[in-house]
């Protein structure tokens, strides 16, 4: 008696001692290792593709049913869902033409429709007219084509009645629905499924912030997962948490800043995904961004050492539109002079403005130029490393002084070589890599 006694306050005063709590933490052994994170980051540029029988509505997927679309309508459009030109090589080669390394497909979002041939749900791409297996298309085309391929996956399910919100935003529970069911069978049923046959490189889920989802679900979610495919990479909104960050609690493996560019972080990986025009899936006459905006945006994701997942929604009848494609063809032509200072580079030392952004590998130091500056640019001082050279990448040689007070003075020409962002490149006397973060003003 004394002894159990003796256990209990022992276990009070120091519960160090406990076992390791297993079912709210995920297992350190099983989470990704940072070789296969840093390999997702070198990546620095890939696809996003919302698209389904929303298509139909040209409404946006993440919240337009019971809102702009009655949900009796909207549940029905998968019914007439026939995207007839619907070419996985030609999506395909259009990611990889814009210099892009992976790709994303929502297999399933919000709206419960599935994109590949379930056996979960008669809510899928076998029963739409088109019936074809759109995700295993996808899939064999990456795999040909050499890029990696990516699964987005959202917890939630207003089409499931066991799932226990139907509609966008609402809080209002329904009784007759079965979360640990939803969870056990159809979601493990359905992750499995796209697992085995399809091999994601990746996993994006989504929806964390809903409230039947929890963070006990989290933990068991990523170690089935792990379990699976030890290798799978697994975004943060798995777990609960705020999307732009990774903390001690946090379940996957990296942030996940939403149409907005992260904040310079050489510690934690994270991706930013943002969509080309506005809406997330195909709206007729979508206002599209700039090149300008596009390729700086993808420079400035890189400046902040982070990886930019650019969204593309494609029509209903299967085909992305040849404006969004000459666009993302352009990325592809000012990658193919650029390439090397954003793929397999590190973010900083400056954190990115409008005005430049760094990125960095070995002794080079890249300094992406957004607009003219009168005369020169100058550089707050570079610790601990000296400049020896200077040119514009595919370009003439770029005069430079060292100031008394450190400042590095870059001279500039009257017309910088690109309008969108011109880069020039400093080779140091030392390793880029090793240079502390210098914090610096908004322009
Ligand atoms: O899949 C994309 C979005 O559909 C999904 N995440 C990305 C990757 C997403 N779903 N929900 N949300 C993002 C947040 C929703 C915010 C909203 Fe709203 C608040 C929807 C309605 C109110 C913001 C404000 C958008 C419309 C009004």
């Not at 079912?23 to 296969?36: G, M, P, Q, W, Y």
């Not at 006459?285 to 945006?297: A, G, P, W």
Request: net charge neutral.
């Amino acid at each position: 008696m004394k002894k159990l006694f003796l256990l209990v306050v022992s276990l009070c005063f120091f519960p160090v001692l406990l076992p390791a709590q297993s079912t709210l933490e995920v297992d350190a052994n099983i989470k990704t290792s940072k070789k296969i994170m840093d390999g997702f980051m070198d990546l620095r540029f890939g696809m996003f593709i919302h698209w389904g029988p929303v298509t139909l509505r040209g409404t946006e997927i993440g919240w337009s049913r019971g809102n702009q679309v009655p949900v009796d309508e909207y549940d029905h459009l998968y019914k007439e869902f026939d995207p007839v030109l619907f070419n996985a090589d030609k999506w395909v080669k259009t990611a990889k033409d814009a210099g892009m390394k992976y790709l994303t497909i929502i297999a399933k979002h919000h709206d419960g429709f599935c994109l590949w041939p379930t056996a979960f749900t008669n809510h899928n791409i076998m029963h739409s007219p088109y019936k074809k297996d759109i995700v295993g298309e996808l899939a064999k085309a990456c795999k040909k084509q050499g890029i990696k391929f990516c699964i987005y996956f959202t917890v939630l399910d207003w089409y499931d009645p066991n799932y226990p919100i139907h509609l966008p935003g609402s809080k209002e529970i329904d009784p007759k629905a079965d979360m640990n069911k939803f969870v056990n069978t159809t979601m493990k049923g359905e992750l499995k499924e796209l697992v085995t046959r399809y091999h994601p490189y990746m996993l994006w889920f989504d929806g964390n912030w809903e409230t039947p989802w929890t963070q006990k679900y989290a933990v068991e979610i990523y170690n089935y997962l792990k379990h699976s495919d030890p290798n799978v990479i697994i975004n943060n909104r798995l777990g609960k948490g705020e999307h732009t960050e990774i903390t001690s609690t946090t379940v996957g493996d990296y942030a996940t800043p939403e149409q907005k560019i992260g904040a310079l972080n050489m510690k934690d990986p994270w991706e930013t995904c943002m969509t080309i025009c506005h809406q997330w899936a195909w709206k007729p006459n979508d206002k599209m961004k700039s090149l300008k905006e596009c390729i700086q945006t993808l420079s400035k994701t890189s400046g902040g050492n982070g990886n930019l997942l650019f969204n593309v929604g494609p029509m209903l009848d299967g085909r992305m539109e040849a404006r969004q494609i000459q666009r993302l063809k352009e990325m592809g032509d000012w990658l193919k002079i650029y390439g090397e200072s954003i793929y397999n580079t590190k973010g900083g030392p400056y954190a990115p403005n409008d005005t430049f952004a760094t990125t960095r590998k070995g002794n080079k130091l890249f300094v992406h130029i957004f607009s003219n500056q009168p005369g020169a640019l100058r550089l707050p001082e570079l610790t601990g490393v000296k400049v020896l050279q200077a040119h514009f990448i595919g370009g003439a040689k770029v005069s430079f002084r060292h100031e008394a007070n450190g400042d590095l003075l870059i001279s500039l020409p009257m017309q910088l070589p690109d309008e969108n962002d011109s880069v020039i490149e400093l080779i140091l006397d030392s390793n880029a890599e090793n240079i502390p973060v210098i914090a610096m003003n908004k322009n």
